[in-house]
């Protein structure tokens, strides 16, 4: 078992039971809904319209853009709730047609002798109608289960623990086998699950007891592997700036700290050294990652999230809505003041390296255009591919509008796949990062900028409100500070895109390079 796997199997419990506590939850509060709505709606044409129509409406939108503006929706709040309500919205439909379906087909003429036996309302429901449409609405149950347990993969973006961590992750560092693993994982959960409901669809048919019986055993089955979480209760502790531990508490011993972390190699490398750090120190931590920047900056601002790593670029753009770069040092006073005095954040510390945005292409794609200088690319229908969030990103605008390259034809990506893109000649240019390993293997060679219109991007310690006075917490992430220069960076990612090692040896090996720290 190499050490990329056992990372990720040490961590397999946890993402399960959250992606089945997902699941199983957003099911059983979709029945709740559903069925209840659905006995109103078989009796009404108007409510049953609008409750379709409504749940329909829902379903029309993609499942990741669901789940990113339940959010805003929840005041900020990230991980399970946001998750749940979307994974809930989804499960809606399919249940509610089949009851609203299944309860007007029952015959006219059973529910007839049913009042004709003296039988009431309610009475003719329980006995009558529930029993004749039970199969379809578990029917519906089952076509329900499987698209809750697929979209559930994609709750990591919101900071959800779930099998979609392992894809998520695995597209990032070109990790194909922990992208095969969280599939095949997720696939089979959704057959099982299916499978279950159709024990408990042919018992409700059939009246038997033995497919009732198969279905409890397997849904069973299906919960084993959370056995695996079970361990001996901790004592109890809060995070840093709880009242529990205390602001000038001095040791992070047993007390929890939350980092959050961007679905990029980068940020999973510098979560996990966070992570050991902070582990070295007593601490138990907890890291969500896979956010988006707006995400993760809103969960840290709310105290959901202790400690974060960002860019000084993405906050002036991404945040503080501003268009014309600043140089390196006012802009990172400012992105300082801003954040505190916004929003009680902490920027805690440059770390000593800078992760910019950059026009590149291979040496072949620059001599063959003739690309000295993003100037060269004015007016000429090249086609350039970046990550799905640079194209509405100030930067781009800037630089489109600075340069004039309204001609360029855009294609947003996932960043896995971006420099292949421009191995293959799918793609001209590309917006690569300055400390993306890669580039040397892929031959990617970063094009002048030479009006200065892409801002500097300097990473940096973000510090929660809640956590700021931390003094333990903070002490813990000094050595931290200035400790990494672009070189080091560059090499750390390098070892998990392109030799493949595991994010924990790329920090481990970090780690060793930080004078004060040691592996």
């Known amino acids: 078992m190499n050490g990329v796997f056992a990372e990720e199997w040490a961590v397999f419990p946890d993402r399960y039971a959250g992606h089945l506590a997902l699941s199983l939850g957003a099911l059983a509060l979709g029945c709740l809904i559903s069925i209840p709505l659905g006995l109103v709606a078989a009796r009404s044409a108007r409510v049953a319209g609008g409750a379709l129509g409504a749940a329909s409406v829902v379903q029309t939108i993609p499942s990741l853009a669901l789940l990113a503006l339940m959010v805003p929706a929840l005041g900020g709040r990230i991980g399970f709730w946001p998750a749940f309500v979307a994974l809930t ?78 894809i998520f992750a695995g597209l990032q560092t070109r990790n194909w086998g922990t992208v ?9 959960l959704a057959i099982a699950l299916d499978q279950v409901i159709a024990q408990l669809e042919r018992g409700l048919q059939s009246r038997r007891r033995w497919p009732l019986i198969a279905a409890a055993a397997g849904f069973l089955a299906i919960c084993a592997p959370v056995l695996m979480l079970l361990r001996a209760p901790e004592a109890l502790a809060t995070r840093p700036g709880g009242e529990t531990a205390g602001y000038a508490a001095t040791s992070l011993e047993g007390r929890r700290v939350v980092i959050g972390a961007k679905g990029f190699t980068e940020q999973l490398i510098l979560s996990q050294l966070l992570k050991d750090v902070l582990e070295a120190k007593g601490a138990r931590v907890e890291v969500r990652e896979g956010l988006g920047s707006v995400v993760s900056f809103d969960a840290l601002a709310n105290g959901e999230v202790d400690v974060t790593v960002d860019y000084s670029g993405t906050v002036w753009t991404a945040l503080m809505k501003r268009d014309a770069p600043a140089p390196r040092a006012l802009m990172f006073a400012e992105v300082s003041s801003w954040l505190l005095n916004e929003h009680g954040v902490l920027a805690f510390g440059r770390l000593g390296f800078e992760n910019a945005y950059a026009f590149g292409a291979t040496r072949e794609s620059i001599e063959r255009h003739g690309l000295a200088s993003i100037a060269d690319l004015a007016g000429r229908p090249l ?41 293959s000649g799918e793609a001209d240019v590309i917006t690569a990062y300055t400390t993306d390993g890669r580039l040397d293997a892929f031959d990617i060679e970063l094009i002048d900028d030479p009006l200065g219109v892409l801002p500097p991007y300097d990473a940096f310690l973000l510090i929660s409100p809640k956590a700021k006075s931390d003094r333990a917490l903070l002490r813990a992430l000094e050595p931290l500070r200035l400790g990494i220069d672009g070189a080091m960076m560059r090499r750390a990612n390098g070892m998990v895109d392109l030799e493949r090692r595991s994010v924990q040896d790329a920090a481990t090996w970090l780690r060793g390079e930080i004078p004060g720290l040691s592996p």
């Open 89 to 166: 919205l989804n499960s809606v439909l399919p249940i509610l047609r089949n009851t609203i379906v299944s309860l007007r087909g029952v015959d006219a003429d059973v529910r007839e002798a049913a009042l004709a036996v003296g039988m009431t309302e309610r009475q003719r429901l329980i006995a009558i109608d529930l029993p004749l449409s039970g199969p379809v609405i578990v029917a519906g149950l089952r076509t329900a289960s499987v698209w809750v347990v697929g979209a559930a993969t994609l709750s990591t973006p919101v900071g959800a623990q779930s099998i979609g961590n392992y």
């Open 180 to 188: 095969i693993f969280g599939c095949l994982v997720a696939s089979m």
């Open 383 to 423: 086609v350039i591919a970046g990550d799905a969030e640079f194209f509405g990103r100030p930067e781009w605008i800037g630089a489109r509008d600075a340069y004039g390259l309204q001609a360029l034809q855009t294609r947003s990506m996932d960043s896995t796949f971006m420099y292949g893109a421009a191995q």
